[in-house]
């Protein structure tokens, strides 16, 4: 089976890696006073490394030894027209783009880290610019402040960026759903720019270690760790108050959320009498129905469970450039999935039309 000529694929959740950055992006953008601290790439006994603060953090133009990798796209993704090359060879249309500063360019100290985020806004600004309607590169909001990350965010929109990343796991601010954050979550509701959050860990016991049974045992619970996420987003009202707010988990999978989501109405039934601060007036269920989304990439219990998650709520990645990407067979991975058993219509939403409807992305016939 293959998918017709004129099925437009937008892939949900691929990836702006460090190693394909180029390297002179922090250096040229961050503010002087910052640069010698900000990242730089310089040559080692081993290569090209990037350095941050004085720490080697990654190598420069290939990934670290022990991590899935049956490709070399070296610096290819890092450059407009060789990453479109790549998505036109792959048969997909456009795609929305998570950066290395939530992900991958951890910094500890804070002001450090949203300088470097800031600097890297306008870079993906930038880059996205050479292809407006293809490429979607999701600006990341330094997490640590509050005050900070409503700036930032209102900025960005001003750039012309079509949703925002925070993240729970880098800086020891509230999380995302505390009272602290309304004015963030307002800020998203004005603009209306979907927010995002990405698995980056959460774990308590199990820690990542390439080339140990280690790694595995990670990634293959990582992404469940958005359940706190995800409920606390919901029974806080945050995303009740505010219905213009998308709130997209990125590569959190389909498989758990049906259990989760309707433990949360259950939970809501029985403890609901209790509640003396705040009580949503929606069950999850509605409020997931009409606010989450999240993105999956090879799943097959997921994909059977669709009908439950909501075939409007779901978007399709190829999680391109990863090594474990469906890359430069993303079209014939779809077409053989489960996904096209549930027929054209869901499909067509899943791949294609509910992304275009969160980002506003424009293509032919839609």
């Known amino acids: 089976m293959s998918l017709?000529?004129?099925q437009i694929l937008i892939s949900a959740d691929d990836h702006m890696d460090i190693h394909a950055?180029?390297?002179?992006t922090w250096q040229q953008r961050l503010p002087k006073e910052w640069r010698d601290r900000g990242p730089r790439v310089e040559q080692t006994d081993d290569g090209p490394w990037w350095i941050v603060d004085g720490a080697k953090l990654a190598p420069s133009g290939r990934k670290p030894a022990g991590l899935i990798e049956t490709r070399q796209h070296g610096l290819r993704p890092g450059q407009p027209d060789t990453r479109l090359a790549d998505m036109d060879e792959d048969g997909v249309f456009a795609q929305v783009i998570y950066g290395p500063t939530t992900t991958q360019l951890r910094i500890s100290d804070p002001e450090l880290h949203a300088q470097c985020a800031i600097a890297y806004n306008d870079w993906a600004a930038d880059f996205q610019n050479v292809a407006p309607g293809r490429l979607v590169l999701l600006p990341d909001i330094p997490s640590h402040n509050v005050e900070i990350a409503t700036r930032e965010?209102?900025?960005c929109a001003k750039l012309g960026h079509k949703g925002a990343i925070v993240s729970d796991t880098i800086g020891k601010g509230d999380p995302i759903f505390e009272d602290s954050w309304a004015p963030f979550?307002?800020?998203?509701?004005e603009v209306g720019m979907p927010i995002h959050v990405h698995l980056t860990g959460g774990t308590h016991s199990l820690k990542m270690k390439p080339g140990s049974w280690r790694s595995p045992a990670f990634v293959a619970v990582v992404p469940m760790q958005l359940d706190e996420t995800l409920s606390g987003m919901i029974f806080s009202g945050t995303l009740e108050k505010r219905p213009r707010v998308k709130f997209v988990m990125g590569e959190a999978g389909l498989g758990w959320i049906p259990y989760v989501v309707e433990r949360l109405d259950h939970?809501?039934?029985?403890?609901?009498?209790?509640?003396t601060d705040y009580k949503i007036s929606m069950l999850p269920s509605e409020i997931f129905a009409r606010q989450v989304y999240t993105t999956y990439e090879d799943e097959q219990l997921g994909l059977e469970l669709l009908p439950r998650i909501g075939v409007d709520n779901v978007m399709w990645a190829s999680d391109y450039p990863h090594g474990d990407s469906t890359w430069p067979e993303s079209r014939k991975a779809v077409a053989e999935s489960p996904l096209a058993q549930h027929g054209a219509e869901v499909l067509r939403k899943v791949t294609c039309e509910n992304a275009s409807r969160v980002y506003g992305i424009k293509y032919k016939g839609s």
Do not use: S, T, V
């Not at 979550?185 to 509701?189: R, Y």
């Not at 939970?267 to 509640?275: M, N, S, V, W």
């Open 21 to 24: 950055m180029p390297p002179d």
């Open 4 to 6: 017709p000529n004129d």
């Open 267 to 275: 939970e809501l039934h029985k403890y609901g009498p209790k509640i």
């Open 153 to 155: 965010l209102l900025r």
């Open 185 to 189: 979550w307002d800020a998203a509701q």
